[in-house]
């Protein structure tokens, strides 16, 4: 029996959407108002990973984000949506 890949109805999956962003730039805001903006390493069910510039590397609870922009659109597919 395969399994099948579930998503979300209006978009990507969280985990699709992280996956997709991975090594590239993104901008966080937490909810205390800071904001980051890093090159995404990874995500799990409960943290993302960033690396700032000068190579340090930071886990981030993703309780604490209030939202991530990113330059690039997303898809499911991993390549560049169209405007």
Do not use: C
Not at 37 to 56: K, Q, S
Not at 62 to 70: D, F, N, R
């Amino acid at each position: 029996m395969s399994k099948k890949k579930e998503t979300w109805f209006f978009g990507p999956g969280e985990a699709e959407f992280y996956t997709a962003l991975q090594g590239q730039r993104v901008g966080v805001m937490l909810e205390n108002g800071q904001i980051f903006e890093e090159t995404l390493i990874g995500a799990d069910a409960y943290h993302i990973v960033l690396r700032r510039r000068d190579g340090v590397t930071m886990l981030i609870s993703k309780h604490a984000i209030l939202y991530v922009l990113t330059k690039e659109k997303i898809s499911v597919t991993g390549k560049e949506d169209e405007a």
